[in-house]
């Protein structure tokens, strides 16, 4: 499946993955997808989610605030809470001075120099049942290929769950969104 993969739509898989990492979760998940794909705000998809309103920076604060850190990250937060200093309050002010990841680590690189990308983040359920749809909105299209706007159809037709959530919180239709995105790809 993966060979029918456009570069942008190889590239929002990748951007899904980074995004998780910078969130520090062990997973990534539709929500995730969504972050990558308008991660590149020239694809399809970024184009009509952001004309409804939802840009990379909303929908990073919306994926934070739904789903917090991995719970060992969660302890050291409560550790430094107890004696007085509110970690998400400075990440809070850090991010809005200096952007979404900010305080993240860069990505390491290896002796002979290549990048090493951090942990293995496993796709979970529905962010693989989203890319599999994705492959089906091709094919139902009769497009001989999968683009960023096939992710973006696979992930509204994965069902509901905190991409939808986001998505309702920007308040974009998704019946209207869904027929845009077929439009722009025609």
Request: net charge neutral; glycine share 8%; proline share 5%.
């Amino acid at each position: 499946m993966f060979e029918r993969f456009t570069r942008d739509a190889r590239q929002a898989v990748k951007l899904a993955q980074e995004n998780a990492r910078r969130l520090n979760h062990h997973f990534v998940g539709n929500e995730h997808i969504v972050l990558g794909l308008l991660d590149q705000p020239e694809s399809v998809s970024a184009r009509v989610l952001i004309r409804h309103g939802l840009d990379h920076e909303r929908a990073y604060r919306a994926v934070f605030d739904m789903i917090p850190p991995h719970a060992g990250d969660r302890l050291d937060a409560d550790a430094l809470e107890a004696i007085g200093i509110d970690l998400s309050a400075i990440r809070e002010r850090v991010e809005a001075a200096f952007g979404p990841g900010s305080l993240d680590r860069p990505p390491q690189r290896t002796r002979q120099g290549r990048l090493v990308s951090g942990r293995h983040v496993a796709f979970t359920g529905p962010a693989k049942k989203a890319l599999e749809l994705s492959l089906r909105e091709a094919i139902s299209l009769k497009h001989n290929h999968i683009s960023d706007g096939h992710i973006l159809l696979g992930v509204l037709r994965a069902g509901p769950g905190p991409a939808h959530r986001i998505l309702a919180q920007a308040d974009v239709d998704l019946e209207t969104l869904r027929e845009e995105v077929v439009a722009e790809m025609a």
